[in-house]
Antibody, heavy 113, light 112 residues
Framework: EVQLVESGGGLVQPGASLKLSCVAS????????MSWVRQTPGKTMEWIGD????????NYAPSLKNRFTISRDNAKSTLYLQMSNVRSEDTATYYC??????WGQGVMVTVSS | DVVLTQTPSTLSATIGQSVSISCRSS???????????LYWYLQRPGQSPQLLIY???NLGSGVPNRFSGSGSGTDFTLKISGVEAEDLGVYYC?????????FGAGTKLELK
């Protein structure tokens, strides 16, 4: 069974950094592209970016490219999202996905002072 | 960015009724290799999105065959042939042909 479990969310102050993790199981992690998608409190869905199965290529939404970095550790079957200089508009539930087909349960990030 | 316009925004249905949701794209989703990366998802209350349809008309794993997808180019449709109670929630279309990938605003399916 494919499982994706995100962690690392919480309350963070504006301007701070935060790193989310997504631990995968039930499939060969190194065979798949992985993505991050977020959903705002108003339920708007936004694609953040994705990473090739071997980590050699990443693709980002232009509006987030300068502040967000996606990486992976295939030995640990873990996907990461490094968020820097966070803003109130980054408040959302963050999902990792396998190939856009399987989604984790999501992790909430709240940016507030 | 590609804009996906979903209609209606809210859909009221009775159990057993057949319904359709439209997703229109601001540009063609057909890529140079002949693929159309149009997906449909259902998000039930309190849950993460679940893949229903990929590549316009292919059923996701474990998805009941009362769901079907159709369309081409810029116009796409999700049809539910006989709504069941477990189908209630918000439906999203998403395109992954043109980066950045984008989602529709969602269609809420509720019981009449």
């Amino acid at each position: 069974e494919v499982q994706l479990v995100e962690s690392g969310g919480g309350l963070v102050q504006p301007g701070a950094s935060l790193k989310l993790s997504c631990v995968a199981s039930g499939f060969t992690f190194s065979d798949y592209w992985m993505s991050w998608v977020r959903q705002t409190p108003g339920k708007t869905m936004e694609w953040i970016g994705d990473i090739k199965y071997d980590g050699s290529y990443t693709n980002y939404a232009p509006s987030l490219k300068n502040r967000f970095t996606i990486s992976r550790d295939n030995a640990k079957s873990t996907l990461y999202l490094q968020m820097s200089n966070v803003r109130s508009e980054d408040t959302a539930t963050y999902y990792c996905t396998r190939d856009l087909g399987y989604w984790g349960q999501g992790v909430m990030v709240t940016v507030s002072s | 960015d590609v804009v996906l316009t979903q209609t209606p925004s809210t859909l009221s249905a009775t159990i057993g009724q057949s319904v359709s949701i439209s997703c229109r794209s601001s540009q063609s989703l057909l890529d140079s290799a002949g693929n159309t990366y149009l997906y449909w998802y259902l998000q039930r209350p309190g849950q993460s999105p679940q893949l229903l349809i990929y590549l316009v008309s292919n059923l996701g794993s474990g998805v009941p065959n009362r769901f079907s997808g159709s369309g081409s180019g810029t116009d796409f449709t999700l049809k539910i042939s006989g709504v069941e109670a477990e189908d209630l929630g918000v439906y999203y279309c998403m395109q992954a042909t043109h980066a950045p990938y984008t989602f529709g605003a969602g269609t809420k399916l509720e019981l009449k």
